[in-house]
Nanobody, 122 residues
Framework: VQLQACGGGLVQAGGSLRLSCAAS????????MAWFRQAPGQERKYVAA????????YYADAVKGRSTISRDNAKNTMYLQMNALKPEDTAVYYC????????????????WGRGTQVTVSS
């Protein structure tokens, strides 16, 4: 399984970015995928998750109302649309996958993509 995240960049506070995570190597109809982020000097934290089969979404309080996680079945790609970005959203964003169930814990995910840097300037 390979996950490739992209879409990060430098944006001013209040701006928007859309992150993508392209997945390959396995059937994704029953996968659970998530976004995590890691700011400098901090531990990696859960951001949002999605059940591929049902489309049910979950969000951390820090991004709820400002972000939307979604997936494109035909492209095997997950997205994270982030709006009203704040300097505290600055971090490396990682996508992750497992086939057991939705979880907010890093240890529950078996596959990880390389991160994509998001920098929000004030």
């Amino acid at each position: 399984v390979q996950l490739q995240a992209c879409g990060g960049g430098l944006v001013q506070a209040g701006g928007s970015l859309r992150l993508s995570c392209a997945a390959s190597g396995r059937t994704f109809s029953s996968v659970y995928m998530a976004w995590f982020r890691q700011a400098p000097g901090q531990e990696r934290k859960y951001v949002a998750a999605i059940s591929w089969s049902s489309g049910t979404t979950y969000y951390a309080d820090a991004v709820k109302g400002r972000s939307t996680i979604s997936r494109d079945n035909a492209k095997n790609t997950m997205y994270l649309q982030m709006n009203a970005l704040k300097p505290e959203d600055t971090a490396v964003y990682y996508c992750a996958a497992n086939w057991r169930g939705v979880s907010f814990a890093l240890s529950s995910y078996d596959y990880w993509g390389r991160g994509t840097q998001v920098t929000v300037s004030s």
